[in-house]
Structure formats: structure tokens, C-alpha cells
């Protein structure tokens, strides 16, 4: 059997060194944790030394494991200028492939590629929505240059810089009696039927507004929550269910619908992060976009 390398099997290797968790890592590379294991196992035999040790509560990187992280990293990182260098022709006029996140609706979202472009004439962007967690996935594949992203979202290896956070409202009927309240408290929509998101949309942040309902006693009637948000907030106008949304929702304005502020929405504050390549394939990329996004009266991201 040979005994070279190669980079798919360093990517495997790096995805399980840096989760050490064969589960997190089959998460991130969007495949099932048998074939993976197969495949690192393959690699330890190919190498003829064990590169994790393995048990029951936790996965741990040998000696060697440790020794042959950083150049599955530089290879990583030399694949990538690779294939930057190679775009570079079509990139020159000025091609960047932008992630969105559909998670919020920030005002200075809107018409982003535009100051973009005009801050670099003749630079084409092209923008692509998705949901926090797969962009992450595409700009680890090379498949973008940057992305913003919701947060918090597991981002290992991603350069992230938070650039604005916005408190988490209520959306309900209007003919709700909570709806004639200026400001409301979680604690108050314990029983109602609430939309919420499935937690394999955005895991981290699934996990933390978890946390803060119990923390405040909230015990909702869940509803699956439709991916569109135009057709969530029809099914809350209709009468269906509450809500909670990130703050800059509120500019989607329908009839039927109130918008409310909760007391504890900075605690379900989500945050607006710029995800980039570590290192980016352009050196001054995170400065500009930062720049081009900046939320407006701000003097800093």
C-alpha cells in the first residue's frame, strides 16, 4: 500500500483534529461518521502510526497527530491560494462571492454590493443567501471568498469578526391581547404557541436561546417555523402563533402583525459576523467589507 499523502485524507484528518469529535467533524465536511472513521483509519494504517487516540468520552490527537497538524493546515492553506491564483485572471475585473445570511434583515444589508462596487470600480459581486451553518461549509470548501453570518455559528478555522448585534422581538397577531403591551417579557408567552426554527438550521444559536427560555421559565407551544419569512409572518397575522425575530425585522411592515421589544431580547441578541477564509485569499478583503458594511451612525465595525 502507499504510503503518500494526500489532501483529501489531510482534510479529513485536520476537520477530526481540530472537533476532536468524529461526530462535529462529520457535521462539517456534510458526511455520515462511519465512512469517516473508515477514512482516518485507512490513513493511520497507510502511515503506520495512530494519529487519535480513542475512547468511549473523548477523542485526543497522538504525538504523531500533533506533528502532522500544521502541515495539513499549510496544505490546506496552499490548496487554497492555488486555486486563487489560478481564478485570478477572471477575478482581476473584480469577482467576489459573497455569503448572506438569511437568518436577519439589517437595514445596511441592503444595497451592500453596490457601495462595494463603487468603493472598487469595476469589481463584480455576486451575493449568495444561505443559512449561517452552510456558508460556513462553503467558505471552508473554498466555495466563497467571505460571508456574513449569524452568530453565534460554529466557525472553527474561520477568521469571524462581529461587526453589529441586534435584541431579539416579538411578532404576534395584532388581535392578541399582548399585543397592547409597549414591551413584553418571555415569561409572558409561556404557553402560547410559538414558531421557532429546527435546530439543524442554526445549531449554536438553538442551543443558546434554549438555555435563556429556561432560564426564564418559558415553556412555549412550538410550532415548526416556515423557512421563508414572508410566510412566517402570514401564518403570525393569520392568528397561528407568535415570533421572535431579530430586531430589523420590524422594517416588514404587514397588516395584522404587531412588533413588540422583550426585555430580555439583548439576551437573544444575535450577532452579525464576517466570516473569512484564515488566512483571506485577498489580504485587505476583511477590512473592506467590514468597511462597506458598516451599520449606519457608526463610526467602527
Avoid: K, N
Avoid at 502541515?71 to 492553506?77: C, G, I, L
Avoid at 430589523?248 to 413588540?260: C, D, K, M, V
Avoid at 439583548?266 to 452579525?272: A, F, R, S, T
Wanted: aromatic share 6%.
Amino acid at each position: 500500500m502507499s504510503r503518500r499523502l494526500d489532501s483529501r485524507s489531510l482534510q479529513l484528518f485536520r476537520a477530526v483534529a481540530e472537533a476532536l469529535s468524529f461526530r462535529q467533524a462529520a457535521e462539517v465536511l456534510h458526511m455520515s461518521q462511519p465512512p469517516l472513521s473508515r477514512a482516518i483509519r485507512a490513513l493511520e494504517d497507510r502511515l503506520g502510526v495512530r494519529l487519535f487516540e480513542r475512547s468511549t468520552q473523548a477523542v485526543s490527537l497522538t504525538e504523531a497527530g500533533r506533528r502532522l497538524l500544521p502541515y495539513a493546515r499549510r496544505v490546506d492553506r496552499l490548496l487554497l491560494a492555488a486555486q486563487e491564483a489560478v481564478a485570478r485572471p477572471a477575478h482581476q475585473g473584480g469577482s467576489l462571492r459573497l455569503g448572506m445570511t438569511t437568518a436577519v434583515e439589517p437595514a445596511w444589508f441592503h444595497g451592500l454590493a453596490e457601495r462595494l462596487q463603487a468603493a472598487r470600480p469595476g469589481m463584480a459581486v455576486r451575493v449568495f443567501p444561505d443559512t449561517s451553518p452552510r456558508l460556513v461549509r462553503q467558505l471552508r470548501r473554498g466555495m466563497l471568498d467571505a460571508a456574513f453570518i449569524a452568530l453565534p455559528t460554529e466557525a472553527r478555522g474561520l477568521d469571524v469578526l462581529e461587526l453589529d448585534r441586534l435584541p431579539m422581538m416579538a411578532a404576534l397577531p395584532a388581535s392578541h391581547p399582548l399585543a397592547r403591551r409597549r414591551v413584553l417579557r418571555l415569561a409572558e408567552l409561556d404557553g402560547q404557541p410559538l414558531f421557532w426554527f429546527e435546530r439543524a438550521r442554526q445549531p449554536a444559536f438553538h442551543d443558546r436561546c434554549m438555555v435563556v427560555f429556561a432560564r426564564h421559565g418559558l415553556s412555549p407551544a412550538m410550532l415548526r417555523e416556515p423557512a421563508d419569512h414572508h410566510v412566517l409572518l402570514s401564518e403570525v397575522a393569520q392568528g397561528r402563533g407568535m415570533a421572535l425575530l431579530p430586531a430589523s425585522f420590524a422594517s416588514l411592515r404587514r397588516a395584522g402583525i404587531r412588533y413588540r421589544p422583550l426585555r430580555e431580547g439583548d439576551e437573544l441578541g444575535v450577532g452579525i459576523g464576517l466570516a473569512t477564509p484564515q488566512p483571506p485569499l485577498w489580504p485587505d478583503l476583511q477590512a473592506a467589507l467590514a468597511g462597506a458594511a458598516r451599520p449606519p451612525g457608526s463610526d467602527g465595525p
